[in-house]
């Protein structure tokens, strides 16, 4: 209908043009009252001519839109959407549409808007499109969740929920190392937002995310109720003015790889693609408040520097080893040090935050590098001579560095890299921080960890593979009795890890996903996981491993960020 009266439109203008074209030539006497007449008809045509271009500027416009902003019908799949449109971009998990590529992320890592015009969250509802997103006032509202319903076997029962304690895997010859374990659960759901918006030509970012991974004082979970508690992951605020970027609250600590620039966002943070929710041994991560601020020289370079929650960690955590302390400085543990057993989590004291700076290069989406350090300290009271005051101060520090690369479509391969000294907290607590020694010193202790592996994309389907190791350097402290302490020295518990290795794959295979009913899919995991000690008592084994099988039914929400 309207590309019919578009063609009336266009077939009046030419009539009358030609009408106009053989009036203007054909002779007529030269009288001045024919004149004035002639005059006033072409001044009554070029009126007519005015108001049809008009009307021809309105068709086109109308069928401009009818052209290109057809709504999406019932059923229709999202595979082949753009990838800022991919469903599960705003979830601390893999990209729900298989693509391994960064996304395209104009606020956080390209220019800024044009003017406030721009700002999505202003205008009006989308006709009969579904928005991505929630509209109040002048931000938009994504929503960010997935229910994960998560099955996990193990050959050897480490005791340790669907979540790998990498450095307490049982030996053989105990209980735990001759039974297996098999449960289910939904800890690894999500439940939170994302507020987008502009003000004045500054960006923000606000985002909040849960998970059920809490820990309960409930001993009835596997009885009659599984009350599982929700913990805060991550609540923060990012702002982005021209080049400069700043971000408060609790995010993924910059220390922890980055698929894409040094984006807080879950999806350009690489963690792995697997299902343990404790991730790959080797890689280095937390989650911790902190403030940054990042320098975004172009789209190419971004320079990042970050202070961020420090520790004095001397293990136990995460099924991590401790150390050993001198029998005069045994009251350390849980005062000035941490061994994981706080029962005042505020009772050990930081001398500094933990500053952390980073250089990521992305000269194309298929190719990202960076190198980043971070600088930690340590100080504590020798509390066997009090009357002096006497302290002991040191530095720690460490660097890491990897990149992402698409060799082939589809493809990439992956690999980050870790050495420091007195940073074992940032293997996911694998590592002590210090030791003590016998005088009341602190001596740093070495650690390095690293991943590397590939990511592969075929349609829906995504296949991946990871090796993972660490390795934690041995610090004998002769204590005064003669005998030896700190970490790794011969006599020490098998707890005392030297090496920790993983090897894993698995696949992530959407089954079904629709922008206005969110997706499913499903992920299966295989991991293979070797600790070996220090020290081997005699008639010991010598090293301990065990299988974990993960398979897991995921539902995510519909939603996707607004593109400014």
Known sequence: MKLKTLGNVICSAVFLAASLWGQSTAPSPASSPDLDTLKAQLAAQQKQIDQLKLALADQMKLIQKATTAAPLQPGQDTVALPRDKALGDVASTTPIIPSIAPAA???????QPASASSNPCDGPPDGNAVPPYLRLGSVCITPVGFV???FVWRDKNAASGIGSNFGSVPYNNTVNGNLSDSRFSIQNSRLGLRVDGDWMGTHFIGYNEFDFLGTSGATNLNTTNGGIVPRLRLFWLDARHGGWEFLAGQ????????????????????YSQVMDVNYMAGLTWTRQPGFRVVYHAGDKLAFGLAAEESDQYIGGSSGGSSIVLPAAYTTLAGTQLDNATYSNPYAGPQLTPDFIGKIAFDPTSRFHAEVAGVVS?????NIANLSAGQTSTKAGGGIQAGFNVEVLPGFRLITTNFWGDGEGRYLFGQAPDVVVNANGSISPLHAGGT?????ARFGKLLLFAYYGGIYIDRDTVIDVTGKPVGYGYTGSANSQ????QEGTFGFN????????????NLIGQYEYLTRAPWYVAPNSPVDTHDNTV????????????PKF
């Open 251 to 270: 995010s993924w600590s910059m220390l922890t790889p980055n698929r894409f620039g040094i984006s807080p966002l879950p999806a350009d943070i690489f």
């Open 105 to 111: 992320r104009p606020v956080l890592s390209g220019g």
């Open 550 to 561: 993960y398979f897991d039914v995921r539902y995510t929400l519909p939603g996707s960020m």
């Open 451 to 455: 991943v590397d592996g590939f990511e």
């Open 377 to 381: 300290s340590f100080k504590v009271l």
């Open 148 to 150: 994960d319903a998560t």
């Open 509 to 520: 295979q959407t089954i079904w996903a629709n922008p206005r009913y969110g997706a499913i």
């Open 497 to 500: 890890n030297r090496a920790i």
